[in-house]
């Protein structure tokens, strides 16, 4: 003979509507006392509700979303006399105690994530269905840190059940360690939904090129602390020298800003030999480098290179020009060489040809700094009496502040104003 027993919420303190976020069952699983049926969170707590008797689920009557209340019916269960008879009543169900506090911050904050944790395949044979006992809400603390939760074999809750406390021991653990989390950094993953869901896509693979700039801009970004500083250097007379230069009877050569900004941070870089150093792995020393190479970022259908050009200082604008205009057709048409992009002291970005008023562009480390330039405009600058149309080109130094002080990189700034501003200076 078999009992139909109702298992209810019980007394869960005095809170109201709390969501289901996990239901742990479905019609025709065998049960045993103490596993638990459901989970229920609120802004403050995660808890379980276990099973007070073992036997047949006849029906669930709760799902995923729904709100409950105590005494809200949570399953039927066919019990066989016998297990029923030591079980206690389904009323008497002792509370769930708490597994553990979870404040309120951190279960709202990814709210923007909801389509990366949909509640219901965590619950039916999703992410670690077997491997890892968690709630909700420790899944997805772990997946905030990167943590993939199965490598957690066992937790301190009950049952072996996995705490926050456990995924931060585990995080720590792999810190002290050195050892890296999920096949990266102890970051924060970020959730890529399904975008067919709002509409029609089309997946393009990256080519080598963008994702090796990927890889090195984010160590990059991960390693170094950078300052970006802005300015703008009055370029009106290199202007009216290069417009010289272009109109010149007999001339075959295409002079463009970019050369007397190489020749003006070359010149800088001599008077701040920190701009052309480089910090020892160990962090404990600086390099300093007694040649000057300026890279230069190369826009190509393929994505960024950066092909380098040696020994700026000996080299005339004429030669750099030649330089530049076989070195960024090459990029173009795929063909430097790793050599051709080895070897530099400090890159230039340069995206004046398409406009932009400031950028942040980001070091290219083991350099300490890089130089972003925008597009030149005429601005008026009052020069004591009135206000002058001078052409003003802004400038972005962004510096490696592990290698260079804000005062440094606010005196280097005036340098390479000053060269451009009058670039006969660069021949003193
Ligand atoms: N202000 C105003 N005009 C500028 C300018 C500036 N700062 N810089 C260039 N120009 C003008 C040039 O004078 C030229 O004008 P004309 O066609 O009338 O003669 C035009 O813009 C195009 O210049 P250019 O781009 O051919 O030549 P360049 O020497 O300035 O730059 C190169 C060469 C290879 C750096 C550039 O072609 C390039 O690829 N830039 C993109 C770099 C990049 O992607 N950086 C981003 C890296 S970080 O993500």
Request: with cysteine; proline share 6%.
């Amino acid at each position: 003979m078999s009992t139909t027993f109702e298992i209810k919420v019980p007394d869960i303190g005095n809170v109201h509507d709390v969501d289901v976020v996990a239901v742990e069952v479905q019609t025709g699983d065998v049960i045993e006392v103490d596993q638990t049926l459901i989970t229920l969170e609120t802004d403050k707590a995660s808890m379980d509700v276990p099973a007070s008797v073992a036997g047949t689920v006849q029906q669930v009557h709760l799902k995923v979303g729904d709100k409950v209340n105590e005494g809200s019916l949570i399953v039927t269960v066919l019990v066989s006399d016998e297990a029923a008879a030591p079980a206690p009543a389904a009323e008497s169900t002792p509370a769930p105690a708490p597994v553990e506090e979870v404040k309120a911050v951190e279960v709202v904050a990814p709210k923007p994530a909801a389509p990366e944790i949909p509640p219901a395949p965590l619950s039916k044979g999703g992410e670690a269905k077997g491997k890892a006992h968690a709630s909700p809400a420790v899944r997805l603390f772990a997946r905030e840190l990167g943590v993939d939760i199965s490598q957690i074999s066992q937790g301190n809750g009950r049952k072996g059940r996995i705490l926050k406390d456990d995924v931060k021991a585990y995080v720590k653990k792999a810190l002290t360690e050195g050892i890296t989390v999920t096949g990266g950094a102890a970051l924060p993953k970020i959730a890529v939904p399904d975008f067919t869901a709002f509409g029609e896509i089309e997946v393009q693979p990256l080519s080598k090129i963008n994702k090796l700039t990927g890889q090195h801009m984010t160590s990059v970004w991960l390693n170094l602390p950078m300052v970006t500083y802005h300015d703008e250097a009055d370029i009106t007379d290199m202007e009216a020298f290069r417009v010289a230069l272009n109109s010149e009877k007999n001339n075959t050569v295409k002079y463009t800003g970019l050369l007397f900004i190489m020749k003006a941070l070359a010149a800088a870089m001599q008077q701040f030999p920190r701009f052309n150093s480089s910090l020892s792995s160990d962090g404990q020393s600086l390099i300093f480098k007694k040649y000057l190479n300026i890279g230069i970022a190369v826009d190509t259908p393929n994505g960024l290179v950066v092909p380098v050009v040696r020994d700026v200082p000996s080299k005339s604008i004429k030669q750099l020009a030649l330089e530049i205009s076989e070195k960024s057709e090459k990029a173009r048409a795929g063909k430097l060489t790793a050599a051709d992009m080895q070897g530099g002291c400090m890159s230039i970005s340069s995206l004046g040809g398409i406009g932009g008023k400031a950028f942040t562009p980001i070091v290219n480390a083991p350099e300490v700094a890089i130089l972003g330039v925008t597009k030149s405009s005429m601005q008026p600058v009052w020069n004591g009496k009135e206000f002058e149309p001078r052409l003003m080109l802004p400038l972005d130094l962004t510096y490696d502040h592990r290698v260079i002080d804000g005062a440094e990189g606010a005196r280097f700034m005036e340098a390479l104003k000053y060269y451009l501003g009058d670039v006969r200076r660069l021949l003193v």
